[in-house]
């Protein structure tokens, strides 16, 4: 119910924010500490240290120039953005102080005055174009590039002022610049985008000290941040690539948060005094795509339904990842995204329905599908399309199961050699559905495998649509359509697991991200 | 001597051109650097714009004559992740994995070679069959197991050792011993092997029947003789150790080459997966060179020439 609730909170929100021309402003009056910040600052200095452990080293602390959760997350506390999220996934202003739609390609940012980076330089309009002129040049091969590629223009009217023209109507604008962390243009000319890459300046919550490849990156309070002066002294960000190393680093008090938590040894970080978990439904989605468009037994919705009815997806949650997912509801968004259609519910397990689908689809006598699978890439993918496969079975559907290493299977999918069935996760870290809908259901798109005229219209006139509550409406009616004609065995919400120890205060967010500003040291220890 | 030498050097020059082709043409074969490069939803135009930028939209022939004419300079090019050079990034790492190895190497020869010596000599005996297990064992535990068990037994239970990560003592005797119980295991076996061979034929019986102590017939006589087998496999083995070395540096966040490698396989980072392949070919060779001139002091009848 709590749940319910904030997604109601999350769209209103959101409707507020982007409605035509009307001013959001966040933060009324200036100088005074933004009242929406999530945490309040720290009362006294910041004290004590963290240790976070995740699986992979940042590749680079250059903000601008990587598409990856794990770099993300340092990046974050060294930079800020010009909007930003709170762990319930609301925007709140972050470098921008509000914002506003002149027209429908035209967006005006008012900055927030007074901010400075880590080397004293002054954040400016200057700043935010420079940082978005470099992910728009070619040149330089930012993989962020295709996120605001519809960005014609970034203006600089005065020194707090900033103008950001698109070339066609981009509702979802301030999502993406969520992403895009503001890099101190003066430093990083004079030094060179290199420099910046290992030697990172910016106006976050943790001043940069020391980065040893491979193996650790240490951070320390920005006393002067804007938002307050963070709780924690000192942030460390630990490599550990092996995951049951990770539980046992945790496990002996080594390290304070560990990622992606394997579902069946939650349990054991559970029962300990020392160490509790956290979880959150991720902004990730995970399904089975069909290929109907090419001719054979799946361009027939009677069998893409009973391929949906013939799976047991709460078992599945169940067995496979022990708990730690959520069933679709019959639609390729999850709840905390914008445009879900809380009237629709999962397809039911049903077998019987299944099979006299099938029969009055002529493949009474059985059908034999093949599918791929990455392995290594989601939680539990590979014992997930296992567990699709004994099921499919028992309704007569056999499956040649191909389960392939990630970098094979991008190819496969980005050469569009798919036939019949792939699993694949989706994050949609826009929280907005058009970011899932649009790359798998309007036609030409690179993951399209469902064709309509009529989708493509309804998709192509929702991605114009500026008005928040339309837009929800039109989605919803687009998800009454996918639901009936089941263009993908709708499997699950990923959940993401993470332990953390009794000693610190923190609480898991469904954007994989850990703010170590958010996060506490117990008073008691 | 010289003229071997030199011939040597070009063998290694064919082997170290012959093993670039084959990392290249196999990173090619089995993923796209761009497609895994940008995220997945990327429409077709933002993906060419990022092909040619990045240089990939060049024909195959062309980017390996490129990336060789690079090499001549020493220039492997630039990571596409890390955007530094490649070699940069290798070389930072290389400390971390040598330290490993040579640890590794060292425990080997170190246990292997008196394990095995006295194993021979005290035949039939308790211990005897006690290093036979060894060597059994040794051998066939999976490097990835033992390094998981080690730290469930010496860090979770005994909170002994750290573990995982570098910068103590504490921290390397783990992983060492993890990377180096394979090669350990081998050696003995095979120290044990050819000095009981050794140990029976007839210039030993002459040296026994000369009234030579024990020790000087087993240490002088049959270990000397029984250590060119065992060279030859050490220098083999470094290869073993390096290939080892990717997964226990995996196991214990050891921020070495393997690490490296894997991810820049995992990501098709091309440059970095070229000059780290190239570093480890070239201790390889190297390491064989070593070994070849290694006989010429063991047993004084091998020439070169």
Known sequence: MKRRSRTRGIRRIFSLMVVSTIIVIFVAGCGQPPTMSPSAPAEEGPEGEIIIAQGVDATTLDPNMHAETPTNNVNIQIYDSLLMRDSDGELFPGLAESYENLDDNTWEFKLREDVYFHNGEAFDAEAVKFTLDRILDPENSSPQYSHISAIDEVRVVDAHTVHIVTSKPFPTLPSQLVARQIVPPKYTSENGADHLASNPVGTGPYRFVEWVRDEKITLTANEDYWRGMPSIKDVVFRVVPETSTRMAELQTGAVDIIVNVPPHQAESLESSDATY????????????????????????????????YGIDVDAIVDNVLMGNGIPLASQPVAEIHHGFDENLAPYPHDPERARELLEEAGYGDGLRLSMDSPSGRYLMDRETSQAVAGQLEAIGVDLDL???????????????????????????????????????????????????????????????????????????????????????????????????????????????????????????? | ???????????????????????????????DPVTLFVPLDASPEDVAIMR??????????????????????????????????ALELVVERLPATLQLTFLALGFAVLAAIPLGVVAASKRGSGF??????????????????????????????????????????????????????????????????????????????????????????????????????????????????????????????????????????????????????????????????????????????????
């Open chain 2, 1 to 31: 001597m010289t003229g071997y030498l030199l011939r040597r050097a070009l063998h290694a020059v064919l082997i170290l051109i012959g093993v670039s082709l084959v990392t290249f043409m196999l990173m090619h074969l089995t993923g």
């Open chain 2, 128 to 305: 005897s069959l006690l290093t036979y297990l060894m060597g059994l064992l040794g051998q066939s535990m999976p490097v990835f197991w033992l390094g998981l068990v080690l730290i469930l037994f010496f860090s979770v239970n005994l909170r002994l050792l750290p573990a995982s990560g570098r910068g103590s003592l504490a921290h390397l005797l783990m992983p060492a011993l993890t990377i180096g119980t394979y090669s350990m295991a081998m050696l003995m076996r095979l120290m044990r092997a050819t000095m009981m061979e050794i140990l029976s034929q007839d210039f030993i019986r002459t040296a026994r029947a000369k009234g030579l102590s024990e020790r000087v017939v087993v240490f002088k006589h049959a270990m000397r003789n029984a250590l060119i087998p065992v060279v030859t496999v050490m220098g083999l083995q470094l290869g073993t150790l390096l290939g080892g070395a990717v997964i226990t540096e995996t196991v214990f966040s050891w921020p070495g080459l393997g690490r490296l490698l894997i991810q820049g396989f995992n990501n098709r980072d091309m440059a970095v997966v070229q000059a780290a392949v190239f570093v480890m070919a070239l201790m390889i060779v190297g390491a064989n060179l070593i070994t070849d001139l290694a006989y010429g002091v063991l047993d004084p009848r091998v020439r070169y020439g």
């Open chain 2, 52 to 85: 040619t930028a990045m240089g990939f939209d060049r024909p195959l022939h062309t980017q390996y004559l490129d990336f060789l004419g690079g090499l001549v300079r020493g220039d492997f090019g630039d990571s596409l992740r890390h955007r530094q050079p």
């Open chain 1, 277 to 308: 978990v956290s979880r959150a439904p991720s902004s990730r989605v995970i399904f089975v795509g069909m290929v109907t468009t090419q001719p054979g037994p799946l361009e027939d919705v009677r069998v893409r339904q009973a391929l949906n």
């Open chain 1, 402 to 525: 191909n389960i392939q290493e990630w970098g094979v299977y991008v190819d496969k999918i980005m050469s569009r050699q798919l036939t019949d069935l792939f699993l694949l996760g989706w994050g949609n870290a826009t929280f907005d559905a058009d970011a899932t809908l649009y790359p798998f259901f309007r036609s030409g798109q690179q993951f399209c495998y469902f064709e309509s005229e009529e989708m493509d219209e309804k998709l192509d006139a929702v991605r114009e649509t500026m008005d928040m509550d339309l837009r929800a409406e039109r989605f919803n009616e687009i998800m009454g359509v996918l639901s009936e004609e089941a263009p993908w065995i709708f499997l699950h919400q990923q959940m993401d697991v993470y332990g953390v120890s009794d000693r610190v205060e923190w609480t898991a967010r469904p954007d994989e991200l850990i703010h170590a500003f958010d996060a506490r040291i117990r008073a008691d220890n």
